[in-house]
């Protein structure tokens, strides 16, 4: 069972930051974010000058490099939205699951919203942006529930190797079950390979803007839980006797992140290892009160989306590399890191 | 036939990567009795015995079987002369009884050899000494820890070994289980003359069961010699770091040791300042 | 040593008799195996567009002229037949020999990462070097073994746990499905079916020469790995119990990794990593075995008989031809799922 001690940083548990320290960081996190924002914006396949990024920020699309800041402008920004959102929803659902490897692609969430929408395309005619939100939001909440009880069952509770396992082996089983949809259908293949590969490529704000309510709602429940999650990381029975309603804390809490993956994977597509990446350097930043942890991981999770969007665009000029293959490639390392770093007694 | 073979080791030390465990230690099993090697936790007791049965390589010195470095024989030939029963062995799902002793004939087997009516044998009889002979159709995943421990024991027998060492035979089983199995080891000793040498736990059933006693503290042999030799109050002091009072154990005669601890003692503070 | 009271006679019967009977069941399913792998293979070649009768199909496999059917069966039927049989048997032996090694039936080289590694760089290979054949194979089984080796690495901190080792597959796994998928993109040739060979693996194409290496490989290491059996066997009972039997422990496991790599890897050079197949055929072997023997050779011939099953309902069972490991993905991973929830409730070890 995990503890208290499987927290993966306890040296910076035990370390209470001054906040000093931390607002620092936080004017740390946003300055680079800033920088990150206005990289995306003036770096791509086509070079362009500042003169052209003005003129686009103001309005302008007459030339072509006008227009091509022009279209760099909502993918920046849903970049930041999704990264923020799948930062936080990470952090979230490690604390939930008191779990140092639970991410929304590890665990197979983000899938389940996917197949959701697939099928939901595919058998249904979804079209409008709304339903297609509510149908992966519906898909995410399945999914995290059906992997939660499968790997929670048996001996010592949802462990991060059974969490893991339930969470690739639901993954795999869904992405079999995408393909077996999809490949018949060549009328909608366009339409649903972006829920196959995450990326933010060709988003407009009349795509970003049904969503945001959405992504609202679950930041907002989010990080009303954070002093919830602060109990429930000393355990069930700890936090039960400091008077939480350990169930409904977790599910509220959950419901947050679910939220939060659910709509993001429905604008932008499948995206792994944001939100496994994220609270983990964030722990190191600012200490595990999830007080100080949510919000950051929202920042860095924008930070981390909007600098893999940049280098995708950059290592695969004259094309682009979708977002998501980028993440699973800086992910991946740091995930087999923190299975490193766990003793085999917690796995 | 008698136990005859000799095990010994020779300027033995092993380590871990960087950490040294055992330092320089000399050691001579007596043929045909049962050793027993007692010491506090992470003392290296585990690491001798996996040492003396080649499963860790000495960073210097050498185990010796009759005279031959053990790390230096053919793996089956040695297999045929010592067996091994590891601290924690793993029963595949669903595994039955039978199956599983007639693993201990893996090293009589060669790549296209046949199972032999003298392998059968060899399986039966180490049922039957067991006493689980009953339990052959079982699977293995269904026996209470005693009888899961005898059928381990049985699958050591089938592979007829003259030496045979065993790592804490008697942990996770309560305490009739315990003297059952190491009733079961004395028999052997007793009527095949099968040389046994077992790490314990408890100092007490070690001091009843053994011959010959071996306390490691250290890395280093603290003491060595009968228990009545060995288990002394001074030993205990210096090898676990515990205040005692040993006895005559009034059932066998062995020595018994009654820990003292800062309380419910009448008069510790007549026991503790003695050196 | 002989036991100084010799065991009775019936304890001696008793006990031969009970291995007999382990014995029969293990070859009378090895014999039922074998006899449907066969039935599925001359199914395969006998049905298409055109049906050809049994005595034709016969008659081209042993080299006769047979107009129509020489070309169909023997150009086209063949080689996607022999390349499902060859791959069906390497992942299935392939995946029984990590499962029992590791003692884990997760730790599969499909779960775990190599096969992804496998497919990887076989399309490295034929986008971005643009290499054929023979060259494929290399590079995917040096691939492959390289793979092996970084995930053992990796999990490798004061001895190899396997719960480590499978969740640094799983994330390696991760890795290199986006290096497919990277490869695939950055080529500008993101063909929907062509992707899908080398993510889920398919039979589409088969032609000989991407058949010999596979063939090859299989007919030099899988025998070494039968010769392996015992030693793996005595391995499922933890590496001290098998050292203490007589088996060289390192010596076992670098044989039957180099070995089951290899399979593995030139057959995922031919057909891409058919989902779930290595993965499959150890349990569901086991299920119909029984603890009754080495899982080797029956977990080979389930395997056979996964891929030419779900090669012919991919191809023509449904309305639409679906790759033949589209099919072994939906079927097992619901299965791995089983498998999971069965793990998790008795509370052990796989």
Not at chain 3, 242 to 249: D, E, K, N, P
């Amino acid at each position: 069972m995990t503890s208290v001690d499987s927290v993966p940083t306890p040296g910076a548990a035990l370390v209470r930051r001054p906040g000093s320290v931390r607002f620092l960081w936080l004017l740390a996190v946003v300055a680079a974010l800033g920088l990150l924002m206005a990289a995306s914006v003036a770096i791509g396949s086509r070079g362009v000058g500042w003169s052209d990024i003005l003129a686009a920020l103001g309005g302008s699309s007459e030339t072509i490099e006008e227009a091509a800041v022009t279209k760099r402008i909502p993918r920046t920004v849903l970049a930041v939205v999704v990264g923020g959102a799948l930062g936080l929803a990470g952090a979230v659902m490690q604390g939930v699951t008191r779990n140092p490897l639970a991410d929304p692609g590890v665990l197979g969430i983000n899938m389940g919203a996917s197949l959701a929408v697939v099928a939901g395309i595919a058998w249904f005619g979804l079209f409008s942006a709304t339903s297609i939100i509510v149908t992966a939001i519906f898909g995410a909440a399945l999914a995290a529930v059906f992997v939660y009880a499968v790997g929670s069952l048996g001996r010592g509770g949802p462990t991060p190797l059974k969490l893991a396992l339930a969470g690739a082996a639901t993954s795999a089983a869904l992405t079999s079950f995408i393909t077996a949809i999809v490949l018949p259908r060549g009328d909608i293949a366009a339409n649903v390979q972006s829920f196959q590969v995450g990326g933010v490529g060709g988003a407009t704000f009349a795509t970003i803007t049904p969503v945001l309510p959405f992504l609202a709602v679950g930041l907002v429940i989010s990080l009303l839980s954070a002093r919830s999650l602060n109990s429930l990381a000393l355990g069930d029975e700890l936090a039960a006797g400091l008077g939480e309603r350990v169930a409904l804390a977790r599910g509220v809490a959950a419901l947050g992140s679910v939220l939060l993956c659910g709509a993001a994977t429905a604008v932008a597509g499948p995206i792994w290892f944001v939100g496994l990446v994220v609270p983990h350097l964030c722990r190191l930043l600012v200490g595990v009160d999830h007080r100080w942890l949510l919000p950051f991981s929202a920042l860095t999770g924008a930070c981390l989306l909007v600098a893999s969007d940049v280098i995708g665009r950059i290592v695969a000029r004259p094309g682009e590399l979708d977002v998501g293959i980028v993440t699973a490639l800086v992910g991946a390392p740091f995930f087999i890191a923190v299975v490193r770093r766990q003793k085999v007694r917690e796995l | 036939m008698t136990a005859t073979h000799s095990l010994a080791a020779e300027e033995l030390t092993l380590a871990y990567g960087e950490r040294l465990v055992i330092e320089g230690l000399d050691l001579v099993v007596p043929a045909g009795s049962i050793t027993a090697i007692v010491g506090a936790n992470a003392c290296g007791k585990s690491t001798l015995l996996r040492s003396m049965s080649r499963l860790l390589s000495p960073r210097a010195g050498r185990v010796l079987l009759d005279g031959k470095a053990v790390h230096r024989m053919p793996a089956k030939e040695l297999a045929r002369t010592l067996g091994l029963l590891p601290q924690s062995p793993i029963a595949p799902e669903g595994i039955t009884v039978a199956d599983l002793v007639g693993r201990g004939r893996h090293p009589y087997q060669g790549v296209f050899s046949r199972w032999s009516r003298e392998d059968d044998a060899a399986v039966a009889a180490a049922l039957e000494a067991t006493q689980t002979t009953t339990l052959a159709d079982r699977a293995v995943d269904e026996l209470s820890g005693g009888q899961r421990q005898r059928v381990w024991i049985a699958m050591a027998l089938a592979q007829q070994t003259d030496l045979l060492l065993l790592d804490e035979p008697t942990t996770f089983l309560d305490v009739a289980h315990q003297v059952e199995v190491l009733d079961l080891l004395t028999d052997l000793n007793r009527t095949r003359g099968t040389t046994i040498v077992m790490v314990l736990h408890d100092l007490n059933l070690a001091a009843r069961y053994a011959d010959h006693l071996v306390a490691l503290a250290a890395g280093q042999i603290h003491a060595a010699g009968t228990p009545a030799q060995v288990l002394t109050e001074d030993c205990v002091r210096a090898v676990f770091g515990l205040d005692s009072r040993v006895i005559e154990d009034p059932t066998s005669g062995a020595p018994l040791m009654l820990p003292l601890g800062r309380h419910h003692v009448d008069t510790p503070a007549e026991v503790s300042p003695r050196g | 040593m002989t036991a100084v009271v010799p065991p009775p006679a019936a304890t001696v019967d008793a006990v031969a008799r009970n291995r007999v009977r382990r014995s029969v069941r293990r070859r009378l399913v090895i014999t039922v195996l074998a006899v449907l792998v066969a039935a599925a293979f001359v199914v395969t070649l006998m049905v298409g567009r055109t049906f050809y009768p049994l005595d034709e199909v016969v008659r081209v496999v042993l080299g006769e002229r047979v107009p129509g059917a020489s070309f169909t069966v023997g150009r086209l039927r063949l080689p996607r037949g022999v390349l499902a049989l060859v791959a069906g048997l390497a992942f299935g032996l392939a995946g029984v020999t990590f499962q029992t090694m590791l003692r884990n039936p997760l730790a599969s080289p499909d779960v775990i990462g190599i096969t992804s590694g496998a497919g990887a760089a076989a399309v490295f290979g034929i986008v971005i070097l643009s290499l054929g054949g023979t060259a494929v194979s290399t590079v995917a089984v040096a691939a492959a073994l390289g793979v092996a080796l970084v995930i053992y690495l990796l999990s490798f901190r004061g001895g190899v746990a396997g719960t480590r080792l499978i969740l640094i597959g799983i994330g390696v796994g991760a890795m290199l499905n986006s290096v497919t998928s990277y490869v695939l993109t950055r080529a500008g040739q993101w063909d929907y079916q062509e992707a899908l060979r080398w993510l889920t693996g398919s039979l589409n194409g088969a032609t000989w020469e991407a058949v010999a290496p596979a063939l090859v490989a299989l007919l030099v290491l899988g025998p070494v790995l039968l010769g392996q059996s015992r030693n793996l066997s005595a391995l499922q009972l933890g590496d001290d119990t098998a050292a203490a039997l007589g088996v060289r422990v390192e010596r076992t496991r670098l044989i039957a990794i180099v070995c089951a790599v290899g399979v593995i890897a030139f057959a995922t050079a031919a057909c891409g990593p058919i989902a779930f197949v290595s993965f499959l055929a150890g349990p569901i072997a086991a299920r119909i075995v029984g603890p009754n023997g080495s899982l080797l050779v029956p977990a080979a011939l389930v395997g056979a008989l996964l891929v030419l099953v779900a090669d012919l309902v991919g191809q023509f069972a449904l309305d639409t031809r679906y790759p033949v490991g589209v099919i072994t993905g939906v079927l097992g991973a619901p299965y791995l799922i089983y498998l999971i929830i069965r793990t998790n409730r008795a509370g052990g070890s796989l």
